[in-house]
């Protein structure tokens, strides 16, 4: 049980052009949804806190504007990168959890954005 | 500020050959310490939760350990396959349900 899916596994665009990336609980409902960045040989770097229903919490320092997090049911969240620059290229993972407190993430298989 | 820091940074065994990773950590009011295994170009996979000092865990070659200050992974006759990244997180009181992570030990097993 708890697995996470996530689509697409790997995206090229341009610059300019806007992502979104599909993270789907299959086989519990995920009260809450996470979205993390991961650069070469490091650990992951939390973006934002989504909730069911509700606006994201973005981490400091996260733009809002560009990376917009959607949680519309409580097995899908949606991060669209909008106008994508080269240094937006990196390894997006989102995770799910059942509940706030006292529980386990159950991550994606994450995507790799490579910008042109 | 919650802070987890993991030790080694790299970690290179003969198979058969036990150790142990550490993560010491500093949280205000820690909710739970856990343990993820991630392999390269894939997500990070659950592996223990841990709530309370003195509680262990155990899946096959792995067991967990905690304290008040810390935590050990420990790998007993390690297998080639176990070779990957191994992350530390813990939740704090915040209530917001985010982890913070370590750095990670990279393990290598060699046959």
């Known amino acids: 049980g708890a697995v996470v899916s996530q689509h697409p596994s790997r995206v090229i665009c341009k610059s300019g052009t806007s992502v979104k990336i599909e993270c789907r609980s299959l086989d519990f409902q995920a009260t809450t949804m996470f979205w993390y960045r991961q650069f070469p040989k490091k650990s992951l770097m939390l973006m934002a806190t989504?909730?069911?229903?509700?606006?994201?919490?973005?981490e400091q320092g996260v733009e809002k504007d560009k990376f917009l997090i959607n949680h519309a049911s409580l097995t899908l969240s949606t991060l669209t990168v909008t106008s994508a620059h080269p240094e937006d290229s990196s390894f997006y993972i989102c995770?799910?959890?059942?509940?706030?407190?006292?529980?386990?993430?159950?991550f994606g298989p994450g995507t790799r954005l490579t910008v042109l | 500020e919650d802070q987890v820091t993991q030790s080694p940074e790299a970690l290179r065994l003969q198979e058969g050959e036990s150790s142990s990773l550490n993560c010491s950590y500093t949280?205000?009011?820690?909710?739970?310490l856990f343990w993820y295994r991630q392999d390269p170009g894939k997500g990070p996979e659950f592996l223990f939760t841990l709530y309370s000092a003195g509680e262990e865990k155990e899946k096959e070659r792995l067991k967990a350990t905690l304290t008040k200050k810390e935590s050990f992974l420990h790998i007993t006759a390690p297998k080639p396959e176990d070779s990957a990244t191994y992350l530390c997180?813990?939740?704090?009181?915040?209530?917001?349900?985010?982890?913070?992570f370590g750095q990670g030990t990279t393990l290598q097993v060699k046959p």
């Open positions: 997180a813990v939740q704090g009181s915040s209530n917001t349900g985010k982890l913070i």
């Open positions: 949280v205000s009011g820690l909710r739970g």
């Open positions: 995770s799910g959890s059942r509940a706030v407190s006292y529980n386990e993430q159950f």
């Open positions: 989504s909730n069911e229903g509700s606006k994201a919490t973005y």
